[in-house]
Each structure stands twice: as C-alpha cells, then as structure tokens.
C-alpha cells in the first residue's frame, strides 16, 4: 500500500515509478488517495485522522483483497509519514518512504526523525541528495539510498525504481510463498 504527498495524488513521478518496481517484482500495488483530497480538499487533515483513515484502508483490504498477505506500506513524503506512525498498528512487514520530510526547512519545528525511528521493520527511504527537508540516517532496520534530486523525485525516477526493485528483492518473501 503506498500513500501520496500532502500536495499530490497517486500518480507523482516517484510513486509510479515504485509503482511498476514492486509489480516487476510480482508484487500487487494498491495506491490509497487520502480522503481530504478525494473530497477536493488541497490541505491535508490533522495527522491523527490521517492516520485513522489509512488504518481504516488497511483492515478494509486486509479483510478482502489482501487477506493473509505480507502487508508493506508506504509512500512519498505525507504518505511516508502516515506509514511510519502507523507500521505498528497495520502489522506492517516492512516500509517504504519516498522523500520523507525530515525537517521542514525554514522552520524551527522540531525534527521528524522520530517517526522513522519507532518503525522496527525493514525500511527503505529513497531521497534526493538536494533534498530541502533533509536526508535522514540510516538505522538499525532502516537502509537510505540518495538519488540525484530533490525533494519531488522527479529527476531520475529511473534511479528511483531499481533502489525500490533491489529492495524490495531482499526483503519479499520468496515468490513461491508470496
């Protein structure tokens, strides 16, 4: 399950190209447009309704379409926030985060590095190495692979897909079992 950004949908450069990586790897995607923008809202809701809808999407899918599937979440920026807070409580097996937004810049707010280290299970976050907000530290169950870009992951979506793709190889179970 992969989440958009707080100023995009699901069709941003970098989820698509994550997109065709984990279906190239015989893995079904479902991209989930958060509920402010499906009612035509452009500002995000308030992180604990956030989180709630996505939680909501995932017991819904785990009840039908994914039932009994190893479940990996994640998304670009917003959408990878949303994962991280909600990894634990969805049963995620692993996370995946596009362009998390580390620090927003300019502001005094305090770091978000927190939310990325509570997820205990197999993450990968996939930066720009211009990225404004910053590029998170790898961890103990967390790898960073930089790419050339910034913060919008447009500039080699290419780049973007075999970081997903060699990921996502390690840690799926083997296809015989998926």
């Known amino acids: 399950m ?21 279906r190239s790897e015989e893995i079904a ?26 939680i909501a999407v995932v017991e819904r899918l785990r009840a039908r379409e994914l039932e009994e599937l190893p479940l990996f979440v994640g998304g ?20 995946l985060c ?5 620090q927003p810049p300019g ?16 993450t990968l976050v996939v930066q720009g190495e211009r990225d404004p907000y910053g590029v998170p530290p790898p961890g103990p169950a967390r790898e960073v692979v930089t790419v050339a870009g910034d913060h919008g992951l447009k500039k080699d979506t290419v780049a973007v897909g075999a970081a997903v793709q060699a990921w996502l190889a390690r840690v799926v179970p083997q296809k015989s079992t998926r």
């Open 2 to 22: 992969l989440g958009h950004g707080a100023g995009g949908g699901v069709q941003a450069p970098d989820l698509v190209a994550a997109t065709e990586a984990a």
């Open 29 to 54: 995607v479902a991209l989930v447009e958060q509920p402010y923008r499906v009612a035509g809202r452009r500002s995000p809701a308030r992180a604990p309704q956030l989180d709630a809808s996505w």
């Open 76 to 95: 670009r920026s917003l959408g990878a926030r949303v994962a991280c807070r909600t990894a634990e409580d969805t049963v995620a097996v692993a996370v």
């Open 98 to 102: 596009l362009a998390f937004p580390l």
């Open 107 to 122: 502001r005094s707010s305090p770091s978000r590095l927190p939310e990325l280290d509570a997820v205990t299970v197999p």
